[in-house]
């Protein structure tokens, strides 16, 4: 990953052994050479700008992330079919490899820090990407006068194990699935039992009755926690994922609940932080793009002062087993978990692998695309 900043003797032995017709040489700063490797044949079909990875620090899907440092090295990896011409981040033009990887030391400013970065194929298709990086000291992550609770969390735990259809077949796991969610809630973090709803089986009018509450009497100061397990269902015409409440037919979507349906209330909904754990086949599909937040050191205020609208489920679009690896694993986490606040995705990331070790599905952390989400984050706090 380091910048190629070699003797210009080196470079032209090693460009000396190899056909020119392979190779274009950049012209860069008086100490800076970037090599580009040609394709032959794929100049002509390239229109797209080169692919910009960030490795480090650890970015989330909207390019941001939260550290507590005074300096960092930004490093990435261009990727372009056709080769890259140059790289330029915040007007300074930095080196990369052969490969495509570079590295650049940055001092940090105490709050937010923003980097354009802009990527120029050999082809002149260019691409550029906004890096936030949210700087917060490192004493401040754990100080409980930093959260401001002045709402109450909320929460909405469905559980189905039975269908009035016979030809749904029935569940056996999430009911008690559901109740271990909800004593751990109310018995070991800020979840208190009037704020809690429990739903046993519901209809779909039950569970839209429920949400439609929620819509109505949460405010900005409130934190809402949203826990479905039960059948779900995938069309793949319409490309279109269900919840089955408890009245749901095989032969008929009426009483079937839309992903995007619950997309919707999640919109609707005026909390500060909204999180939904599914525990059902396709559930996936909430998301419109994927992508595991950050797993490095986050800042607590940071995360708690923005609004999130996040999802954690237990696959893609596959389907799942009655009995929950995803969820096992989940209460364990926060079962054993011995920290004052632990953001949503911590709490995933800590439990991610043992599932993907232990079952076929892979499970999913990210945004729920245009609901509001600002870049924080659920935040659990123990009693």
């Known amino acids: 990953m380091n910048s190629i900043c070699y003797k210009y003797l080196i470079l032209f032995f090693g460009l000396a052994l190899i056909p020119g017709s392979l190779f274009s040489q950049v012209e860069g700063e008086s100490d800076v050479t970037t090599i580009i490797l040609k394709k032959p044949g794929l100049e002509r079909t390239d229109s797209l700008p080169p692919e910009i990875t960030i490795i480090w620090p650890r970015v989330d899907t909207?390019?941001?992330?939260?550290?507590?440092?005074?300096?960092?090295?930004?490093?990435?990896?261009?990727?372009?079919?056709?080769?890259?011409?140059?790289?330029?981040?915040?007007?300074?033009?930095?080196?990369?490899?052969?490969?495509?990887?570079?590295?650049?030391?940055?001092?940090?400013?105490?709050?937010?820090?923003?980097?354009?970065?802009?990527?120029?194929?050999?082809?002149?298709?260019?691409?550029?990407?906004?890096?936030?990086?949210?700087?917060?000291?490192?004493?401040?992550?754990?100080?409980?006068?930093?959260?401001?609770?002045?709402?109450?969390?909320?929460?909405?735990?469905?559980?189905?194990?039975?269908?009035?259809?016979?030809?749904?077949?029935?569940?056996?796991?999430?009911?008690?699935?559901?109740?271990?969610?909800?004593?751990?809630?109310?018995?070991?973090?800020?979840?208190?039992?009037?704020?809690?709803?429990?739903?046993?089986?519901?209809?779909?009018?039950?569970?839209?009755?429920?949400?439609?509450?929620?819509?109505?009497?949460?405010?900005?100061?409130?934190?809402?926690l949203i826990f479905y397990a039960g059948h779900g269902s995938w069309d793949r015409e319409k490309e279109t994922g269900y919840w089955l409440p408890a009245d749901a037919s095989k032969l008929s979507s009426v009483n079937w609940i839309r992903n995007s349906t619950i997309q919707d209330f999640v919109d609707d909904i005026n909390s500060c932080h909204t999180l939904l754990i599914t525990d059902a086949c396709f559930a996936g599909q909430i998301f419109k793009s994927r992508g595991v937040d950050s797993d490095a050191p986050v800042a607590i205020k940071k995360l708690y002062s923005m609004t999130s609208r996040k999802a954690m489920t237990s696959g893609t679009l596959e389907e799942v087993p009655d009995r929950s690896v995803f969820l096992e694993y989940l209460l364990k986490r926060l079962l054993e978990n011995k920290k004052k606040y632990m953001p949503a995705s911590e709490l995933f990331n800590s439990f991610r692998e043992a599932v993907l070790n232990n079952s076929p599905n892979v499970p999913q952390y990210g945004v729920i695309q245009d609901t509001g989400d600002e870049g924080g984050e659920f935040i659990f706090i123990k009693r």
Request: glycine share 6%.
């Open 62 to 224: 909207s390019f941001s992330a939260n550290i507590s440092a005074s300096n960092i090295y930004l490093s990435g990896r261009l990727t372009d079919e056709s080769g890259i011409a140059s790289l330029i981040i915040n007007d300074e033009k930095i080196s990369t490899d052969e490969n495509g990887y570079f590295q650049n030391k940055y001092i940090l400013l105490e709050g937010l820090n923003v980097f354009e970065i802009k990527a120029i194929d050999t082809l002149s298709n260019s691409g550029t990407r906004l890096l936030s990086l949210f700087n917060v000291p490192a004493e401040t992550w754990d100080n409980p006068d930093l959260l401001f609770p002045e709402g109450n969390n909320h929460g909405l735990i469905i559980g189905i194990n039975d269908y009035s259809d016979p030809a749904i077949f029935d569940l056996d796991n999430p009911i008690s699935d559901a109740t271990l969610l909800y004593n751990t809630l109310i018995g070991n973090y800020m979840f208190e039992p009037e704020y809690v709803t429990f739903l046993k089986n519901p209809s779909r009018a039950d569970i839209i009755k429920e949400l439609d509450r929620l819509s109505y009497n949460l405010t900005p100061k409130d934190n809402l």
